[in-house]
């Protein structure tokens, strides 16, 4: 079953530290988000393998977009 990573809010894609079939545990920083000048990391809030990482750098976020899928 696969789990999917959204935006929760409008922003850019600043950094991306995982790539596809990379192993994360529960709290790791999938991406660097920024907003507002602030900067937002999104934490994986469950273990397992990414499967698609869906931004790079510069993106431009809206809430609800597909980050990553882990299955």
Do not use: W, Y
């Not at 000048?37 to 999104?42: D, L, S």
């Amino acid at each position: 079953m696969s789990e999917v990573v959204r935006a929760e809010m409008v922003a850019n894609v600043a950094e991306v530290h995982v790539e596809a079939g990379d192993e994360v545990g529960a709290g790791t920083a999938l991406v660097l988000l920024e907003s507002m000048k602030m900067e937002i990391p999104v934490l994986c809030e469950f273990g397992g393998t990414v499967t698609e990482v869906q931004v790079v750098p510069g993106d431009v976020l809206q809430e609800g977009d597909v980050i990553a899928v882990l299955g």
